[in-house]
């Protein structure tokens, strides 16, 4: 109980101190009864964030497709929801079958709607995924970006990557370190509060849509 207690107090300088850097945003892992939020936000992309998704301008039948085929028993999907629960951005972390043992790879996507740009959430879902990542076992992320996509780009440079251009796209091959105890505590604490954020939004947008004389409108804006 001493070594636990004594290395959970070494670790907890590290979180507090990446806490400070930036305010916290709620991301939230994803489960099956989420498919149809996960659909809607895909479909709302418009051209452009399509061709930056999935390297081609995907249709609505094929997004349909995509998220039909997404195996949340094996890959993991987080969402950042606004106010009124739309999922304003969306990352799929996606394991090879043997993602449970050391020396896997894992693939990352990221998708962020026009109107939540400029708020960092690409960047606080791929640090998210990064830290989930390492703590399932992979050793490697790798991701597929378009050169159009500044952004990403530049959070992956930041992050260490190796990049490889062929065409109009690139290939990130990112390094994920060992897990530790504080990358487990972060990535516990980060879910326990995303838990109960979207409780509370949940449990507000309930109660609005009970209040007299509120008249009937979307369930899932912003």
């Known amino acids: 109980m001493t070594y636990q207690t004594d290395a959970l107090e070494a ?4 979180i507090v101190g990446a806490r400070a850097v930036q305010p916290w ?7 099956p009864r989420h498919a149809p939020r996960v659909l809607a936000h895909l479909l709302a992309l418009n051209e452009r964030d399509r061709l930056l998704r999935f390297g081609q301008v995907a249709t609505d039948d094929q997004i349909r497709g995509y998220v039909a085929r997404i ?7 987080f969402g950042i929801f ?13 394991f090879d079958p ?9 693939e990352f996507g990221v998708s962020v709607l026009e109107r939540a740009r400029g708020r960092g959430y690409g960047g606080r879902l791929f640090d998210h995924a990064v830290t989930h990542a390492r703590n399932r076992g992979a050793d490697t992320m790798i991701l597929h970006i378009s050169r159009d996509n500044p952004a990403m780009l ?11 251009f062929d065409g109009s796209e690139a290939v990130a091959q990112l390094p994920l370190p ?18 109960i954020d979207y409780c509370f939004k949940l449990h507000a947008l309930t109660l609005d849509r009970l209040r007299p004389g509120r008249r009937p409108g979307p369930a899932n804006g912003d």
């Open 82 to 94: 606004g106010r009124r629960l739309q999922l304003l951005a969306l990352a799929h972390l996606a």
């Open 25 to 31: 945003v709620a991301i939230r892992g994803l489960g």
């Open 71 to 77: 195996d949340f028993g094996r890959d993991e999907l």
């Open 178 to 195: 060992r897990t530790t105890l504080g990358s487990r505590i972060e990535e516990l604490v980060d879910h326990r509060a995303a838990e």
């Open 154 to 164: 530049s959070i992956v440079r930041r992050a260490g990557a190796e990049l490889a």
């Open 98 to 106: 043997a993602a449970d043992r050391p020396g896997t790879l894992v």
């Open 11 to 14: 670790a907890l300088p590290d």
